[in-house]
């Protein structure tokens, strides 16, 4: 049994290992474009209308549990960085009440999407969650992360502050 539980341990790691890899091996990095957003307080955003603002984009759902676990952090990462951070939730798996229960539930400070017809994570070719991609104020990106771990989140609100200067 002991063999058993250390070759799935492997085979997870290699695959999870396998996954980052691929991702950052991508060589067309996702931009800023002019999708609508449709968001779960019922408006809709263009990101591009964003710029000069620094945006964090979430790719989360409900059944995640990594997920769930990080936006406690994303609500305080909105209240630190407020006048110059816009955080929205990218969720293509759950529906609108789902997402807006949940987001009240939770008093979470920034808005989501929730499933359409337009699959933004398929769309920038998101495979792994939650991944968090942060744009600076001119709209390129400055940094992706896949997962959920305090050291990904101090390196995250890092590039935050440094974005915001």
């Given at each position: 049994m002991n063999t058993k539980k250390i070759f799935t341990t492997f085979i997870c790691f290699f695959v999870l290992a396998f996954g980052i890899?691929?991702?950052?091996?991508?060589?067309?990095?996702?931009?800023?474009?002019?999708?609508?957003?449709?968001?779960n307080n019922n408006k809709t955003v263009k990101i591009s209308e964003l710029k000069g603002k620094v945006i964090l984009l979430d790719f989360w759902y409900r059944g995640c549990f990594p997920c769930l676990k990080a936006i406690p952090d994303l609500i305080k990462l909105q209240e630190e960085f407020k006048d110059d951070l816009v955080?929205?939730?990218?969720?293509?798996?759950?529906?609108?009440?789902?997402?807006?229960?949940?987001?009240?539930?939770?008093?979470?400070?920034?808005?989501?999407?929730y499933k359409t017809s337009n699959t933004i994570s398929k769309n920038l070719k998101i495979t792994a969650f939650p991944t968090t991609i942060l744009y600076?104020?001119?709209?390129?990106?400055?940094?992706?992360?896949?997962?959920?771990?305090?050291?990904?989140?101090?390196?995250?609100?890092?590039?935050?502050?440094?974005a915001v200067r």
């Open positions: 890899e691929t991702l950052n091996a991508q060589t067309e990095k996702p931009s800023l474009t002019d999708i609508d957003l449709k968001l955080i929205i939730g990218i969720n293509d798996v759950d529906d609108q009440e789902d997402v807006t229960g949940y987001f009240e539930y939770k008093g979470v400070n920034y808005f989501s999407t600076d104020r001119q709209g390129n990106m400055i940094q992706t992360n896949t997962g959920y771990s305090k050291s990904g989140l101090r390196s995250l609100r890092k590039a935050i502050r440094n």
